[in-house]
């Protein structure tokens, strides 16, 4: 299995502090998004490798964070090559891009960079693969259909498969939502690149996920604990002082 983190947004709703850094090299709780993300990969023992997809704006700041840090882990930096948020290819043309780049034929875990959670993600792998040859994805109960309207809304049934996804409905089935963690097991990496010859959106994962589950089967995993989506400055300092204060992991 290999990770693939996702990080060649451009973060503009966090403005002014993704100008000149990306999302994904601001620090929560005194740590980076994303050294708190590899921390928890490493501690996936089928885990080989990890590529973090990023764009041609901040190729260089992820390459000198790469020289400042020691993992287990080989980390591959990809720059994707765009340089505008106009001109991004979108998150699952990055993962197309990076499978087709680097040849991937083994079990892909894709993560979003701008998330952080206190589940563990060895519980989740654990599911896609007795999952397999099925695609999973990390769905937190929010309890409350009238909290959900702005994510991606999962149902699924009694063997957990994802019988409805639905972006940002005005009536949810569920209080299911979709995080930004997928299992896409080796044998269905064709998919992908079937996805990318459809005429839908290449931008949000959720997407590819969406499609997965009505052109194929797609199976959630309920996760416990917390996820924090840090997708604007009021996220973003949330997550920065329950880090702080203790009440997610360090």
Known sequence: MVALILAAGYGTRLYPLTLD????????GSRTILDRIVKDIELIKECTRIFIVTNDRFYGYFKEWKKSVT????????NDGTASNKTRLGAIG????????????DDLFILGSDNLFEFDLREFIKF????????SIALLDLKDKNLVKKYGVCDIDKDSRVTD????PETPKSALIATALYIIPKEKIEKIHGYMSTGLSKDAPGNLMKWLAEKDK??????????????????????DKKFKQGFAKS
Do not use: H, M, T
């Open 94 to 105: 990055d993962i197309n891009l990076v499978l087709v780049k680097k040849r991937i034929k």
């Open 218 to 239: 797609l199976f959630g995993y309920v996760i416990s604990g917390a996820w924090y989506d840090i997708g604007d400055v009021r996220s973003l300092r949330e997550a």
């Open 21 to 28: 850094k990306p999302k994904a090299l601001l620090e929560v």
């Open 71 to 78: 993992y287990s882990l080989d980390i591959d930096i990809i």
């Open 165 to 168: 996804f639905e972006e940002k």
């Open 128 to 135: 896609g693969i007795e999952k397999r040859p099925f695609s």
